[in-house]
């Protein structure tokens, strides 16, 4: 499995990047598969998406290091091609867990008080995007 982690602080972006990334896959004929939110943040959610014959797993909420450890496990243990998901820089186990898996891409958002929140989101998600 491939994993593209996209690293920040807290409430920096991660997740509303990887919801941009989602909407791109799916207006490109991607087709989700089971959209559920986490937590109590609207913009965390997990979901597969068929794209390309890969099966693509997001899993935004990377502010609490043990769900993101369990769900790289659980979507290993299912076959997923890609899995794109969010991780606070605060946490040291989900970058050493991602260190297992031989194909991984770490990335940093671009978000950062000189440009907007939604041009740092679609900058990142592009970059994302091209990775998968």
Do not use: R, W
């Not at 807290?10 to 089971?34: D, E, M, W, Y």
């Not at 390309?52 to 659980?74: R, S, V």
């Not at 997923?80 to 991780?87: G, N, P, Q, S, Y």
């Amino acid at each position: 499995m491939k994993i593209i982690m996209l690293s920040g602080s807290n409430s920096c972006g991660k997740s509303g990047t990887l919801n941009v990334v989602h909407q791109l896959l799916l207006a490109n004929n991607g087709i989700s598969t089971n959209k559920q939110p986490l937590g109590g943040n609207k913009k965390d959610f997990t979901d597969i998406v068929s794209h390309q014959n890969q099966k693509i797993a997001f899993f935004t909420m990377g502010d609490y290091a043990t769900f993101l450890i369990n769900a790289m496990t659980n979507y290993c243990n299912q076959g997923i091609d890609v899995l794109v998901c969010a991780c606070n820089i605060k946490f040291v186990k989900p970058y050493k867990e991602i260190e297992k898996y031989p194909h991984h891409v770490l990335t940093k958002t671009s978000a950062s008080a000189a440009i907007s929140q939604q041009v740092a989101n679609t900058a990142d998600a592009d970059k994302i995007v091209a990775l998968i």
